[in-house]
Protein backbone atom coordinates (compact mmCIF):
# COMPACT_ATOMS: atom_id res chain seq x y z
CA UNK A 1 0.00 0.00 0.00
CA UNK A 2 3.12 2.22 0.89
CA UNK A 3 4.61 2.29 -2.79
CA UNK A 4 0.76 2.40 -4.01
CA UNK A 5 0.31 5.71 -1.93
CA UNK A 6 2.87 7.56 -3.58
CA UNK A 7 2.52 7.30 -7.51
CA UNK A 8 -1.27 8.30 -6.66
CA UNK A 9 0.34 11.79 -4.67
CA UNK A 10 2.02 12.82 -7.84
CA UNK A 11 0.12 11.89 -10.21
CA UNK A 12 -2.56 14.10 -7.79
CA UNK A 13 0.03 17.28 -7.32
CA UNK A 14 0.79 16.51 -11.87
CA UNK A 15 -2.59 17.47 -12.44
CA UNK A 16 -2.70 20.19 -9.96
CA UNK A 17 -0.32 21.63 -10.93
CA UNK A 18 -1.53 21.31 -15.13
CA UNK A 19 -4.74 22.68 -14.18
CA UNK A 20 -3.08 25.94 -12.60
CA UNK A 21 -0.48 26.78 -15.18
CA UNK A 22 -3.21 26.26 -18.24
CA UNK A 23 -5.63 29.06 -16.62
CA UNK A 24 -5.88 32.50 -18.59
CA UNK A 25 -6.06 35.71 -16.61
CA UNK A 26 -9.19 37.41 -18.32
CA UNK A 27 -7.87 40.09 -20.44
CA UNK A 28 -8.50 43.88 -20.18
CA UNK A 29 -10.22 45.46 -22.78
CA UNK A 30 -8.29 49.13 -22.36
CA UNK A 31 -10.79 50.37 -25.06
CA UNK A 32 -13.31 50.28 -22.05
CA UNK A 33 -10.96 51.24 -19.58
CA UNK A 34 -11.40 54.84 -17.74
CA UNK A 35 -7.77 55.87 -17.26
CA UNK A 36 -7.09 59.38 -17.92
CA UNK A 37 -3.91 62.07 -17.47
CA UNK A 38 -4.09 65.26 -17.35
CA UNK A 39 -2.11 68.46 -16.44
CA UNK A 40 -1.20 68.69 -12.59
CA UNK A 41 1.24 72.18 -12.97
CA UNK A 42 3.93 73.43 -14.88
CA UNK A 43 7.09 75.36 -14.71
CA UNK A 44 7.48 78.24 -17.62
CA UNK A 45 11.12 78.07 -18.38
CA UNK A 46 13.26 81.32 -18.58
CA UNK A 47 16.61 82.03 -19.30
CA UNK A 48 18.01 81.01 -15.65
CA UNK A 49 16.25 77.99 -15.09
CA UNK A 50 14.65 74.84 -17.09
CA UNK A 51 10.88 74.08 -16.46
CA UNK A 52 9.13 70.81 -15.74
CA UNK A 53 5.79 69.42 -16.22
CA UNK A 54 3.51 67.30 -13.56
CA UNK A 55 1.10 65.01 -14.25
CA UNK A 56 -2.21 63.22 -13.13
CA UNK A 57 -3.35 59.87 -13.79
CA UNK A 58 -6.61 58.30 -12.25
CA UNK A 59 -8.74 55.19 -13.18
CA UNK A 60 -7.37 52.34 -14.80
CA UNK A 61 -5.27 49.70 -12.93
CA UNK A 62 -3.22 51.66 -11.07
CA UNK A 63 0.96 51.44 -10.63
CA UNK A 64 1.28 53.87 -13.25
CA UNK A 65 4.62 54.40 -15.45
CA UNK A 66 5.10 57.73 -17.09
CA UNK A 67 7.07 58.77 -20.12
CA UNK A 68 7.63 61.64 -21.89
CA UNK A 69 8.46 61.80 -26.22
CA UNK A 70 8.73 58.64 -26.04
CA UNK A 71 11.41 58.50 -23.54
CA UNK A 72 12.44 55.26 -21.05
CA UNK A 73 9.30 54.88 -18.53
CA UNK A 74 9.51 56.06 -15.29
CA UNK A 75 7.34 55.80 -12.07
CA UNK A 76 7.35 59.77 -11.29
CA UNK A 77 4.55 62.08 -12.54
CA UNK A 78 6.98 65.12 -12.67
CA UNK A 79 9.67 65.64 -15.90
CA UNK A 80 11.98 68.32 -15.08
CA UNK A 81 14.94 69.87 -17.04
CA UNK A 82 12.79 71.15 -19.90
CA UNK A 83 13.21 73.46 -22.31
CA UNK A 84 10.25 75.44 -24.26
CA UNK A 85 8.56 73.12 -26.55
CA UNK A 86 6.08 70.68 -27.30
CA UNK A 87 6.11 67.86 -25.41
CA UNK A 88 3.78 64.28 -25.64
CA UNK A 89 3.48 62.73 -22.15
CA UNK A 90 1.22 59.17 -21.35
CA UNK A 91 0.76 56.86 -18.92
CA UNK A 92 0.50 53.09 -18.21
CA UNK A 93 -0.99 51.31 -16.16
CA UNK A 94 -0.81 47.62 -14.95
CA UNK A 95 -3.03 46.48 -17.09
CA UNK A 96 -1.16 47.82 -19.97
CA UNK A 97 -3.28 50.51 -20.87
CA UNK A 98 -1.99 53.66 -21.67
CA UNK A 99 -3.39 57.72 -21.88
CA UNK A 100 -1.63 60.13 -23.05
CA UNK A 101 -1.50 64.04 -23.31
CA UNK A 102 0.23 66.69 -25.60
CA UNK A 103 1.27 69.80 -23.47
CA UNK A 104 3.28 73.10 -25.10
CA UNK A 105 5.57 74.64 -22.65
CA UNK A 106 5.95 78.24 -23.27
CA UNK A 107 9.00 80.17 -22.06
CA UNK A 108 8.63 83.32 -19.27
CA UNK A 109 8.56 86.43 -21.93
CA UNK A 110 10.24 89.35 -20.65
CA UNK A 111 13.54 87.22 -19.05
CA UNK A 112 15.91 88.99 -21.20
CA UNK A 113 15.85 92.75 -20.28
CA UNK A 114 16.84 95.51 -22.91
CA UNK A 115 17.51 99.82 -22.54
CA UNK A 116 19.16 101.92 -25.15
CA UNK A 117 20.45 105.47 -24.77
CA UNK A 118 20.81 107.96 -27.97
CA UNK A 119 23.97 108.98 -28.70
CA UNK A 120 23.60 111.21 -31.26
CA UNK A 121 20.57 113.20 -32.20
CA UNK A 122 19.09 112.46 -36.55
CA UNK A 123 19.02 116.33 -37.41
CA UNK A 124 15.83 117.46 -38.61
CA UNK A 125 15.72 115.71 -42.02
CA UNK A 126 18.52 114.27 -41.50
CA UNK A 127 19.99 110.25 -40.47
CA UNK A 128 22.94 110.79 -38.33
CA UNK A 129 21.08 109.32 -34.81
CA UNK A 130 22.93 107.06 -33.27
CA UNK A 131 21.48 104.18 -29.98
CA UNK A 132 23.41 102.02 -28.26
CA UNK A 133 21.82 99.00 -26.30
CA UNK A 134 22.37 97.45 -23.06
CA UNK A 135 20.85 94.08 -22.64
CA UNK A 136 20.87 92.01 -19.75
CA UNK A 137 19.34 88.78 -17.97
CA UNK A 138 18.76 85.26 -20.07
CA UNK A 139 22.50 84.08 -20.86
CA UNK A 140 24.34 86.79 -21.25
CA UNK A 141 24.79 85.66 -25.13
CA UNK A 142 22.80 88.44 -27.06
CA UNK A 143 22.18 89.25 -30.97
CA UNK A 144 20.13 92.42 -31.56
CA UNK A 145 17.99 92.87 -34.69
CA UNK A 146 16.54 96.66 -35.26
CA UNK A 147 13.61 97.38 -36.96
CA UNK A 148 13.56 93.51 -38.22
CA UNK A 149 17.00 93.49 -39.71
CA UNK A 150 19.53 91.01 -39.38
CA UNK A 151 20.02 89.76 -35.85
CA UNK A 152 24.10 91.20 -35.17
CA UNK A 153 26.49 91.12 -32.28
CA UNK A 154 27.09 95.10 -32.06
CA UNK A 155 25.45 96.91 -29.05
CA UNK A 156 25.67 100.95 -30.95
CA UNK A 157 23.88 101.31 -34.20
CA UNK A 158 24.05 104.55 -36.28
CA UNK A 159 22.41 106.26 -39.73
CA UNK A 160 19.42 106.51 -38.17
CA UNK A 161 16.76 108.64 -39.03
CA UNK A 162 14.38 110.50 -35.83
CA UNK A 163 11.37 108.47 -35.28
CA UNK A 164 10.21 105.58 -33.51
CA UNK A 165 12.47 102.32 -33.85
CA UNK A 166 11.98 99.17 -32.44
CA UNK A 167 14.89 96.63 -30.94
CA UNK A 168 15.09 93.17 -30.32
CA UNK A 169 17.71 91.13 -28.11
CA UNK A 170 17.63 87.52 -28.12
CA UNK A 171 20.12 85.28 -26.00
CA UNK A 172 21.30 82.24 -27.05
CA UNK A 173 18.68 80.17 -25.42
CA UNK A 174 16.16 81.95 -27.39
CA UNK A 175 14.98 84.13 -25.11
CA UNK A 176 14.30 87.68 -26.38
CA UNK A 177 12.57 91.18 -25.67
CA UNK A 178 11.72 93.88 -27.58
CA UNK A 179 11.54 97.82 -26.61
CA UNK A 180 10.72 100.86 -28.64
CA UNK A 181 13.65 103.26 -29.22
CA UNK A 182 12.83 106.62 -30.23
CA UNK A 183 15.67 109.10 -32.16
CA UNK A 184 15.15 112.58 -31.30
CA UNK A 185 16.37 115.15 -34.30
CA UNK A 186 17.78 117.92 -31.58
CA UNK A 187 16.05 120.49 -32.56
CA UNK A 188 16.25 123.47 -29.77
CA UNK A 189 13.36 125.45 -28.37
CA UNK A 190 15.69 127.96 -27.60
CA UNK A 191 18.48 127.99 -30.24
CA UNK A 192 16.34 127.28 -33.37
CA UNK A 193 12.12 127.95 -33.01
CA UNK A 194 12.24 130.71 -30.62
CA UNK A 195 14.37 133.13 -32.89
CA UNK A 196 12.20 132.07 -35.82
CA UNK A 197 8.82 132.72 -33.66
CA UNK A 198 10.28 136.05 -32.48
CA UNK A 199 11.76 137.24 -35.72
CA UNK A 200 8.34 136.26 -38.16
CA UNK A 201 5.36 137.29 -35.65
CA UNK A 202 3.14 139.73 -37.35
CA UNK A 203 3.26 142.01 -35.07
CA UNK A 204 4.64 142.93 -31.35
CA UNK A 205 2.00 141.54 -29.41
CA UNK A 206 1.66 137.87 -30.98
CA UNK A 207 2.09 135.95 -34.12
CA UNK A 208 -1.59 135.99 -35.62
CA UNK A 209 -3.36 138.60 -37.70
CA UNK A 210 -3.82 142.29 -35.87
CA UNK A 211 -6.88 142.28 -33.70
CA UNK A 212 -6.48 138.62 -32.66
CA UNK A 213 -5.49 139.80 -29.58
CA UNK A 214 -7.25 136.47 -27.77
CA UNK A 215 -5.08 134.78 -29.63
CA UNK A 216 -1.61 133.38 -27.50
CA UNK A 217 1.18 135.89 -27.61
CA UNK A 218 3.99 133.62 -28.50
CA UNK A 219 6.85 136.24 -29.05
CA UNK A 220 9.55 135.99 -26.10
CA UNK A 221 7.02 133.99 -24.85
CA UNK A 222 8.20 129.81 -24.64
CA UNK A 223 5.79 128.56 -22.76
CA UNK A 224 3.00 129.88 -25.09
CA UNK A 225 4.62 128.13 -27.77
CA UNK A 226 5.20 124.79 -25.79
CA UNK A 227 1.69 124.84 -25.13
CA UNK A 228 0.11 125.66 -28.27
CA UNK A 229 2.73 123.86 -30.46
CA UNK A 230 1.01 121.14 -31.88
CA UNK A 231 -1.02 124.27 -33.95
CA UNK A 232 2.02 125.87 -34.39
CA UNK A 233 2.97 122.85 -36.90
CA UNK A 234 -0.43 122.38 -38.38
CA UNK A 235 -0.76 126.20 -39.03
CA UNK A 236 2.80 126.71 -40.32
CA UNK A 237 2.72 124.23 -42.84
CA UNK A 238 -0.46 124.98 -44.33
CA UNK A 239 0.70 128.43 -44.50
CA UNK A 240 -1.75 130.12 -41.83
CA UNK A 241 0.85 131.08 -39.95
CA UNK A 242 2.56 133.62 -40.05
CA UNK A 243 0.46 136.27 -41.00
CA UNK A 244 0.94 139.65 -42.85
CA UNK A 245 3.68 139.06 -46.23
CA UNK A 246 5.63 137.21 -43.58
CA UNK A 247 7.05 133.79 -44.73
CA UNK A 248 9.01 131.15 -43.49
CA UNK A 249 11.38 128.50 -45.70
CA UNK A 250 10.89 125.32 -46.04
CA UNK A 251 13.75 124.16 -43.97
CA UNK A 252 12.61 126.49 -41.40
CA UNK A 253 9.14 124.97 -41.48
CA UNK A 254 10.39 121.61 -41.27
CA UNK A 255 12.83 122.72 -38.42
CA UNK A 256 9.57 123.77 -36.27
CA UNK A 257 7.64 120.44 -37.27
CA UNK A 258 10.74 118.69 -36.27
CA UNK A 259 10.70 119.66 -32.58
CA UNK A 260 7.18 119.22 -32.75
CA UNK A 261 7.77 115.80 -33.19
CA UNK A 262 10.16 115.48 -30.78
CA UNK A 263 7.80 116.25 -28.35
CA UNK A 264 7.92 119.99 -28.06
CA UNK A 265 10.55 119.83 -25.75
CA UNK A 266 11.77 123.30 -23.46
CA UNK A 267 15.08 122.52 -24.59
Not at 104 to 118: H, I, N, R
Request: hydrophobic letters at 35%.
Amino acid sequence: MKNLFIPILVVVISLLISCSSGKEEPKVDCSESDIALSLADTLRPDCTKAGSITVNATGGGGEYLYKINGAKEQPSATFSDLGAGFYQLSVTDNNGCTATLDVTLEAVPGSVTAVADQTMDAGCEGSSGEIMVTASGGDGVYKYSLDGGTAVDTTEFGSLSAGEHTMKVTDGEGCSTTIDVYVRTGVSLADDIMPLVNANCATSTDCHKSGQSERPVFENNPSAVIENSANVKEFTQSGYMPFDDTTLSQEQIDLIACWVDDGALDN
